[in-house]
Nanobody, 123 residues
Framework: VQLKESGGGLAQAGDSLRLSCAAS????????MGWFRQTPGKERELVAA????????TYTDSVKGRFTISKDKANNTLWLQMNSLKPDDTAVYYC?????????????????WGQGTQVTVSS
């Protein structure tokens, strides 16, 4: 199972970035897909998740109204559109998959992970 993120980088507060995660079509259509982030010394936290079927989504409170998770099944890609970025959004962002689960936000349910992509937001 391969998940590969891209799209991270440097941004200023208020800017937008879009992260992408290349995944197999099978994984995208049989798993809850999620974006997590982690900063040094802190636990990895869920940013957003999207259900296996349909468009049910979950966001952590700090990104609601700013970030949007979506799936592009035609191109086997998971997206995270990040708008109005803040310095607190600085982290390594990971794409993850929880196969066989229709919608989960629990870290332990995600056995498959990408290598991560760094997002750094300056004030």
């Amino acid at each position: 199972v391969q998940l590969k993120e891209s799209g991270g980088g440097l941004a200023q507060a208020g800017d937008s970035l879009r992260l992408s995660c290349a995944a197999s079509r099978r994984l995208l259509t049989t798993s809850t897909m999620g974006w997590f982030r982690q900063t040094p010394g802190k636990e990895r936290e869920l940013v957003a998740a999207i259900a296996w079927i349909g468009t049910n989504t979950t966001y952590t409170d700090s990104v609601k109204g700013r970030f949007t998770i979506s799936k592009d099944k035609a191109n086997n890609t998971l997206w995270l559109q990040m708008n109005s970025l803040k310095p607190d959004d600085t982290a390594v962002y990971y794409c993850a998959a929880a196969p066989g689960l229709s919608h989960t936000t629990r870290l332990r349910d995600y056995p498959y992970w990408g290598q991560g992509t760094q997002v750094t937001v300056s004030s």
